[in-house]
């Protein structure tokens, strides 16, 4: 049976006090979020090479999950892509890569509610935007490399720009 809130206006239950600190530490990060549901924060995290993370937070009965989509599903070289995100997992602090059912690329963690602090929550926001950004062109080269080299010299003979692809010219080059 769910607690009423107290007549001091604390937080009625853990969770409940989790959700303020959920809510708290995106403001103070200034996060933009929408909640799509009760107890679930979406917001977008801005990079560097991955020009934007989804990412979203949801407060559980037990715990928070994080949840940040990093690309879609590889096009190629599955294993390799596999085995670099798996071997990329033993060096992460508190989130780890996963796929989902289409093949799609995700950092997801938990955390158990006791522990969630908006400094937890600000040093796990740092840890997704950091292994987001820094794996999505690596991620690029392992299982888009066709579709990459394709474009590269389509936009070269046709004296298009390829600012967008520069953080590929050392290995387009070579190849090419």
Same mark, same amino acid.
């Given at each position: 049976?769910?607690? !009423? =809130? !107290?007549?001091? /206006? *604390?937080?009625?239950?853990?969770?409940? &006090?989790?959700?303020?600190?959920? *809510?708290?530490?995106?403001?103070?990060? *200034?996060? +933009?979020?929408?909640?799509?549901? =009760?107890?679930?924060? &979406?917001?977008?995290? =801005?990079?560097?090479?991955?020009?934007?993370?989804?990412?979203?937070?949801?407060?559980? +009965?037990?715990?928070?999950?994080?949840?940040?989509?990093?690309?879609?599903? =590889?096009?190629?070289?599955?294993?390799?892509?596999? %085995? #670099?995100?798996? !071997?990329?997992?033993?060096?992460?602090?508190?989130?780890?890569?996963?796929?989902? %059912?289409?093949?799609?690329?995700?950092?997801?963690?938990?955390? $158990?509610? &006791? &522990?969630?602090?908006?400094? *937890?929550?600000?040093?796990?926001?740092?840890?997704?935007?950091?292994?987001? +950004?820094? $794996?999505?062109?690596?991620?690029?080269?392992? /299982?888009?490399?066709?579709?990459? %080299?394709?474009? #590269?010299? #389509?936009?070269?003979?046709?004296?298009? !720009?390829?600012?967008?692809?520069?953080?590929? %010219?050392? #290995?387009?080059?070579?190849?090419?």
């Amino acid at each position: 049976m769910p607690v !009423s =809130p !107290s007549q001091s /206006g *604390e937080p009625a239950t853990i969770r409940d &006090a989790v959700l303020a600190t959920v *809510e708290a530490a995106l403001g103070a990060a *200034e996060l +933009d979020f929408t909640s799509p549901r =009760p107890g679930a924060f &979406a917001f977008d995290l =801005p990079g560097e090479r991955k020009l934007s993370t989804p990412c979203q937070l949801v407060v559980g +009965d037990h715990a928070l999950a994080l949840h940040a989509f990093v690309c879609r599903n =590889p096009d190629e070289n599955h294993e390799g892509v596999y %085995r #670099w995100l798996l !071997s990329r997992n033993l060096r992460f602090y508190g989130v780890a890569f996963g796929i989902d %059912r289409n093949g799609d690329i995700y950092l997801d963690g938990r955390l $158990s509610l &006791a &522990a969630v602090t908006e400094a *937890e929550i600000d040093r796990l926001l740092g840890a997704l935007l950091s292994y987001a +950004d820094e $794996s999505f062109n690596t991620i690029l080269e392992l /299982g888009f490399a066709s579709s990459i %080299r394709k474009e #590269w010299e #389509w936009r070269r003979s046709r004296g298009e !720009s390829t600012h967008n692809l520069e953080a590929f %010219r050392g #290995w387009l080059e070579r190849e090419g």
